[in-house]
């Protein structure tokens, strides 16, 4: 059973960068790609980006010059960054394991992070 798990700070200040990690157990994150998704508060969900087996990224568009998504193959953990934030960018965060296309077989229960001074 692949589980996933979400960690950082619940409270970013605007303007800050915020950092997200996710840890995987029961899988690698050598196979498959892996994705963080966000939902901001009354919204849809909003994909945000992934990485790849072999550690390619890509990012929605809309998000793509303030996003970073990395990984430790020893930790079997990828990471967002999200630069330069704001209230706008407050939401529940989930990472999730990309079954195909939009569509994922694993999620990771969520971290709100709030931006806020």
């Known amino acids: 059973q692949v589980q996933l798990q979400e960690s950082g700070p619940g409270l970013v200040k605007p303007s800050q960068t915020l950092s997200l990690t996710c840890h995987v157990s029961?899988?690698?994150?050598?196979?498959?790609?892996w994705s963080w998704i966000r939902q901001p508060p009354g919204k849809g969900l909003e994909w945000i980006g992934y990485i790849t087996f072999s550690d390619a990224t890509y990012y929605s568009p809309s998000l793509k010059n303030r996003t970073s998504i990395s990984r430790d193959t020893a930790k079997n953990q990828f990471t967002l960054q999200l630069s330069n934030v704001t209230p706008e960018d407050t939401a529940m965060y989930y990472c999730?394991?990309?079954?195909?296309?939009?569509?994922?077989?694993?999620w990771g229960q969520g971290t709100q992070v709030t931006v806020s001074s």
């Open positions: 029961g899988g690698s994150i050598t196979t498959n790609y």
């Open positions: 999730a394991r990309v079954l195909g296309g939009a569509t994922y077989d694993y």
